[in-house]
């Protein structure tokens, strides 16, 4: 598989959790922090494809991962750290897009238990 095809598997999960285009709508429960949080980060998503493609984006992304993540409540906690392990591998010259390529399924599980997660606690919509 050659690297510009790797690039884009990947980006296309990725683009399952960071490709939104509007979060709104937390509940004043105890995961309002965490709904807060992935509001206050949406402008880090937009354009999450591009970012992979440069090192500093990817790292500003992985930091804004890193925010959920401290937030995050504890039936998506792994799910946001297995996130935050993909988008850090991204913040080099010249990632391993094979090995990435090797970990896409369990990200893929990942994405969709946030994507779902979002959508039933916060109502936010991670899919646009």
């Known amino acids: 598989m050659s690297k510009t095809a790797r690039v884009r598997g990947v980006q296309a999960a990725l683009g399952l959790v960071l490709a939104s285009t509007a979060l709104s709508g937390c509940s004043a429960s105890s995961t309002g922090s965490y709904c807060d ?5 949406q402008a880090d998503w937009k354009g999450s494809s591009a970012t992979l493609q440069d090192p500093a984006a990817a790292a500003r992304l992985a930091s804004a991962i890193t925010q959920v993540e401290a937030s995050a409540p504890e039936e998506v906690k792994a799910d946001w750290e297995s996130l935050h392990t993909l ?13 990435l390529t090797k970990q896409l399924q369990g990200f893929e599980s990942s994405a969709k238990r946030v994507e779902v997660h979002a959508r039933e606690t916060c109502q936010v919509d991670l899919t646009r």
């Open 37 to 41: 949080v992935l509001r206050s980060v």
């Open 87 to 99: 988008v850090q591998k991204f913040t080099v010259a010249d990632p391993d897009l094979a090995a």
